[in-house]
């Protein structure tokens, strides 16, 4: 076997990362005559061929409806399915699979909490803590609940480095708090949240905490019931999964207590005009036919993942964070924002005199595929007084060439706009 320079692992026992990027039939292609540089993986990450033909393979010859059939196909569409939840379930530590419920992703995650135990849990006086990088997922159902009930949303600030001003959570946590949510991981800045801590101290508290982990599960290792987290919402389709699938863990005890969100098939145990009652959990929480593909898919991308190892993934990730910050620092004109101590593979930037959108297109014009806006995070753009930036995402499948070739991008823009 042949040991990939570019990866700093050595270990002839493990994949190249040269071999693990060939598994990724989207990188291997031209935009605009120049081939693909993806760096857009905190928006959407691609998918392996295993995930791809997984998929495949259900679609052709297992598919059917779950849970209610007799039939062989029902059967191993359930199992299939289940077998998926517990795969999940496992890739994030969770203590069991009944605590994983499926939902088309983690906004919906957010917003089944926000109607469910929200409705439940919340009232007027109380107050619901979020933190100032949050993606509006996690800001604006809270809103829309503090609208309906009278409560109030509080804001735990970062600072300039995009940090978490931790020293402030004491005071921001009082009596009327009955909500924390808190990312894990900034989309846009890339910093990485001690959630622990947070989760600690407002536990001391008798506070639950929500963490939106959309943009952890790709990059390090997950462990809800270590972290103690109450509720953990993710994506599939950011960890080489599809679209239309993730997952809300939360503790069995809360999901219990909690009253259904959607109402229909498969939620209930037995239903007259009088009345209904509902399932055991997770089902309570699946009205309707749920996303039994793309939760196969997800399944598959966990398995995926897990064979490489979240270690070795973070250590690659965190060479490429590094080698492309340096290269985008040597570049006069360049800013580069979030600047914690810890962070994921996120680069934020912005280039003097040009607009972030202007910068995103020309990228795409040399095949560097970057995101370019406020990323669903405008009170964080509002903090930092700018309107948007550009943002190199990488995953473990980038290379430094795609570092190289983000970095002669770049130039290019300057060159364009005479900067
Ligand atoms: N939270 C974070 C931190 C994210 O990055 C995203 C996606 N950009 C979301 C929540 C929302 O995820 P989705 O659109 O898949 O529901």
Redesign the pocket.
């Known amino acids: 076997m042949t040991v990939d320079t570019e990866s700093r692992v050595g270990n002839a026992a493990q994949r190249s990362w040269k071999a693990i990027r060939a598994d990724f039939p989207a990188l291997d292609q031209e935009v605009g005559g120049s081939p693909l540089s993806y760096l857009d993986n905190?928006?959407s990450s691609q998918s392996p061929q295993s995930v791809i033909d997984r998929m495949t393979a259900y679609q052709s010859g297992e598919h059917s409806n779950v849970h209610r059939g007799v039939h062989t196909l029902s059967r191993r569409a359930t199992d299939a399915f289940e077998a998926a939840r517990e795969k999940v379930a496992e890739f994030i530590g969770a203590p069991d699979p009944d605590c994983c419920v499926w939902t088309r992703?983690?906004?919906?995650a957010i917003n089944l909490v926000r109607y469910a135990w929200g409705r439940a849990n919340i009232e007027a006086g109380d107050e619901i803590l979020v933190t100032e990088m949050e993606?509006h997922?996690?800001i604006v159902p809270w809103q829309m609940l503090c609208e309906e009930t009278g409560a109030q949303l509080r804001v735990l600030p970062m600072t300039d480095r995009g940090e978490l001003k931790l020293d402030q959570l004491d005071g921001l946590l009082t009596d009327r708090t009955k909500l924390v949510g808190a990312?894990h991981v900034s989309?846009a800045l890339g910093t990485i949240n001690p959630v622990e801590t947070i989760i600690e101290k407002a536990h001391d508290r008798g506070v639950p905490v929500l963490i939106?982990g959309?943009?952890a599960t790709p990059h390090m290792d997950v462990d809800v019931e270590e972290m103690d987290a109450d509720f953990y919402v993710f994506?599939g389709?950011?960890m080489n999964g599809p679209t239309g699938i993730?997952m809300l863990y939360a503790r069995r005890d809360i999901l219990e207590e909690m009253p259904p969100f959607h109402g229909g098939g498969e939620m209930i145990r037995s239903v007259t005009f009088e009345e209904s009652t509902w399932a055991d959990v997770p089902q309570k929480f699946e009205a309707g036919t749920p996303a039994i593909l793309p939760a196969i898919g997800l399944g598959e991308a966990a398995s995926y993942l897990t064979d490489i190892g979240m270690e070795r993934i973070a250590r690659r990730e965190a060479d490429l964070l590094e080698y492309a910050t340096g290269k985008l620092e040597a570049i006069e004109g360049v800013r580069i924002f979030g600047r914690a101590d810890r962070k994921a593979s996120v680069l934020s930037f912005d280039v003097d005199g040009v607009h972030p959108h202007d910068i995103g297109t020309i990228l795409d014009d040399e095949g560097v595929a970057i995101r370019a806006g406020h990323h669903?995070t405008q009170p964080v753009m509002d903090r930092l007084g700018i309107p948007a930036t550009a943002r190199a995402s990488f995953a473990y499948y980038n290379t430094r060439v795609d570092a190289d070739r983000l970095a002669d991008a770049v130039e290019t823009v300057k060159e364009i706009f005479g900067r």
């Open positions: 905190a928006a992703g983690a906004t919906e993606h997922s996690n990312v989309n939106d959309c943009q994506s389709h950011k993730g669903c």
